[in-house]
């Protein structure tokens, strides 16, 4: 994947970037420390897969907040117009119910603000904390500030330390990688955590209707 990124952005520059941050904001798992990383490294001059491309870094940075939010719009919009009829539908089968749908909707009411405000800075998370905020229909102008507001810092950030490290930004993107896997580990057990509870829960009660 990062070998992908590389490619792309050397061959393609503001544009890779652009579509890159948009790929990842909408639920596709591309590494954006890699692509901001990478578009700073370029605003320095660093030159990449044999190509000297000079990018500006507010157009990289900037470029990087239009993809988010794009990206990010996309993804709440398919959760908030699909998401609710596919889990109603076939919900059932990952043992995920309507009043699951409804407490979602009631923790995005109460805690969308800091969920999306944090969860646009976590790894892995950030990747997909925009289909959740649909689904429970959070308000879609407090959606697109608070987006915006924890994606600034972030990807800025990320193109800065590449433009600072320039031709070392693989070494400082290779340091994201364990906090990713670890993220993910977490996430991974909390679902299968939660899939064993509601499953033993679900057997319980079909055992009981029946006696």
């Known amino acids: ?46 030159v990449i897969a044999g190509v000297s491309t000079h990018l500006n870094i507010l157009s990289v940075g900037l470029l990087g907040i239009a993809g988010n939010l794009l990206g990010a719009a996309i993804a709440y919009l398919v959760g908030r117009t699909g998401g609710r009829t596919l889990i109603d539908k076939w919900g059932r089968y990952v043992l995920l119910r309507h009043k699951d749908l409804d407490r979602t909707e009631v923790f995005f009411a109460k805690h969308g603000d800091v969920a999306v405000l944090v969860g646009r800075v976590l790894p892995v998370v950030r990747t997909f904390i925009s289909l959740p905020a649909g689904i429970a229909e959070m308000p879609i102008s407090k959606f697109g500030v608070f987006t915006l507001l924890g994606s600034l810092p972030w990807v800025f950030a990320l193109a800065y330390i590449g433009r600072s490290v320039a031709g070392n930004w693989q ?21 299968v955590w939660w899939y064993i509870k509601r499953r033993r829960a679900t057997i319980a009660t079909n055992v009981s209707s029946q006696s």
Do not use: D
């Open 1 to 46: 994947m990062e070998h992908f990124v590389v490619s792309e952005i050397s061959r393609h520059g503001y544009l890779a970037i652009f579509v890159l941050m948009t790929l990842e904001s909408a639920c596709i798992p591309i590494p954006s420390e890699a692509v901001m990383l990478l578009g700073g490294a370029m605003s320095a001059g660093v």
């Open 171 to 191: 070494s400082i993107s290779n340091y994201f990688t364990p906090i990713s896997l670890v993220v993910a580990v977490i996430i991974a057990g909390a679902i």
